[in-house]
């Protein structure tokens, strides 16, 4: 029987395209889901085997939403992750493609496609006017049903092939190293036939018993005398009032019964709660690749 992956929806989102990267259409069941809470819910309840969300861009920052219900939501585990290269296109139905630059009136996308576009847009299309949408897909979506107005949608490439709309102009996000990091997660290890991973990483999440003077410093000295290497650490709050947070760190380490499964008991010595949310083989996909799967 075929394995089910929930993504952030609907077809030709990045998630979308990430997806695809990850697990080979033929070999599982793609289902798009409409929100990151949704897929993660999915996954949790055990209606599909994984699921991918993104977690970071390298432009906008974390995906605080993925971050808060992995947190307080679901119990699901890391199984995988994945650096995907962003590459916003704008897109217009091709009765609309002959027009010029100072006569588009709407642009339409997700909140995430505009932020990493904002100086392009304001450059080349300042009078018009931005509204958002649910997904890049949707907003492409938008533009297919109105042929008659002067719009354009940001969003993939693969969005445009699906909708039959009209590539006016690629690569329009403002920095050229926009790469966003998606999750891969689920209750089992990732499938066998992936290729050799980049790297390995261990995710936790620290919780402080209190906001003592160098609680976090020790936290971390536990990892810095083991020379291991954090790559991330980010705070959420606890939502139990002011100054109280978690803390993910990212460990470039798979899991051992040494080095991190001693730093970790340093840790809870020092009277921290300590969740592991994953380890996980690491991938990167460079531009014009699109599987990572042998």
């Known amino acids: ?63 605080v939403l993925t971050l808060d219900w992995l947190i307080h939501q679901v119990d699901v585990l890391i199984v995988g992750e994945l650096v995907y290269p962003i590459a916003q296109c704008l897109l217009v139905h091709p009765l609309q493609a002959e027009r010029n630059a100072g006569e588009w009136t709407r642009v339409v996308s997700h909140p995430q496609a505009v932020a990493q576009c904002r100086l392009y847009l304001r450059k080349h299309l300042p009078g ?26 940001i969003g993939t490439r693969t969005a445009g092939e699906l909708y039959g709309l009209h590539v006016l102009e690629e690569d329009v996000q403002d920095h050229p190293n926009n790469f966003t990091r998606f999750i891969a997660v689920g209750k089992k290890p990732l499938p066998d036939g992936h290729r050799e991973p980049d790297l390995h990483k261990t995710s936790l999440l620290v919780t402080l018993p209190s906001d003592y003077p160098g609680a976090l410093h020790q936290v971390l000295s536990a990892f810095a005398w083991r020379q291991l290497n954090l790559c991330r650490i980010e705070s959420r709050p606890t939502k139990k009032g002011l100054g109280s947070y978690h803390f993910f760190i990212d460990v470039e380490k798979d899991w051992d019964p040494v080095l991190m499964a001693g730093a970790v008991a340093e840790i809870e010595a020092l009277g921290c709660h300590v969740r592991r949310l994953g380890s996980f083989p690491c991938y990167r996909v460079s531009q014009g690749a699109k599987s990572i799967v042998r």
């Open 128 to 153: 018009a006017e931005v509204s958002f949408a649910e997904s890049t897909a949707e907003a492409a979506r938008q533009v297919k049903s109105r042929p008659d107005k002067a719009w354009v949608a």
């Open 1 to 63: 029987m075929k394995k089910t992956v929930a993504y952030l929806g609907p077809a030709g989102t990045f998630t979308h395209e990430a997806t695809r990267a990850f697990f080979p259409a033929d070999d599982v069941k793609l289902a798009g889901y409409p929100s990151i809470p949704d897929v993660l819910d999915a996954v949790d309840a055990g209606q599909c085997d994984y699921g991918v969300v993104p977690v970071e861009n390298a432009i906008e920052g974390s995906v």
